[in-house]
């Protein structure tokens, strides 16, 4: 009963470390992703604002019927 009990800790106490390693190397990757994703995002909307404001202004005025 010993000898499975210190085997049942010792997996538990490397899949632990394990998943924390790799959850901890995950994390920057993922950010770096958003922050890069945002910083397009708000590079593209400085020169696509002025026609996706007009696309949007004519797409309301052809369906209230210009008023």
Known sequence: MTV???VNRQLHRRLIEATTDRERG???GWVL???MT???VTALWQFAQPQLTSLFDNAIH???GGK
Do not use: E, F, K, Y
């Open 4 to 6: 499975l009990r210190n």
């Open 26 to 28: 995950d994390v920057p």
């Open 33 to 35: 992703i958003t922050l």
């Open 38 to 40: 945002a910083g397009l």
């Open 62 to 64: 052809g369906v209230s």
